[in-house]
């Protein structure tokens, strides 16, 4: 079990507080308001966090770059993908990617 899915096994047993406490704590470590493809659109819906939230709610529709790679949360979640705001979460994109057995483009 890698780190991200033992993240995923622990959010089970965690409290709506604690749950709370840590996604507020993510929102202000993610870097996508700084990426190219964040649009106004998305800053102005406070869309963040796609890695767990998933899809931008149409306010994206073009990716210019990712800065994913280089968030900190990277490591701390042990996220896999990226482009996050256009693919999914990256529960999302590990389900597709297992039932493909390829990365969908
Ligand atoms: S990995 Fe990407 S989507 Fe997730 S918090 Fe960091 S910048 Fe935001
Ligand atoms: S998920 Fe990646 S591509 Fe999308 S806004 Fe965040 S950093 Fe940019």
């Given at each position: 079990m890698d780190k991200f899915e033992q993240m995923m096994k622990d959010v089970k047993r965690t409290s709506p507080e604690e749950l709370k406490a840590d996604m507020e704590k993510f929102k202000g470590t993610?870097?996508?308001?700084?990426?190219?493809?964040?649009?106004t659109c998305a800053k102005n819906a406070q869309e963040l966090l796609f890695c767990l939230h998933g899809k931008s709610f149409m306010c994206i529709?073009?990716?210019?770059?990712?800065?994913c790679p280089t968030c900190p949360l990277t490591p701390e979640l042990g996220?896999?993908?990226?482009s996050f705001c256009m693919k999914g979460a990256e529960k999302a994109q590990r389900y597709e990617h297992a039932l493909w057995g390829t990365k969908m483009v």
């Open positions: 993610c870097i996508c308001p700084k990426c190219p493809t964040h649009t529709s073009e990716q210019k770059a990712c800065l996220l896999k993908n990226n």
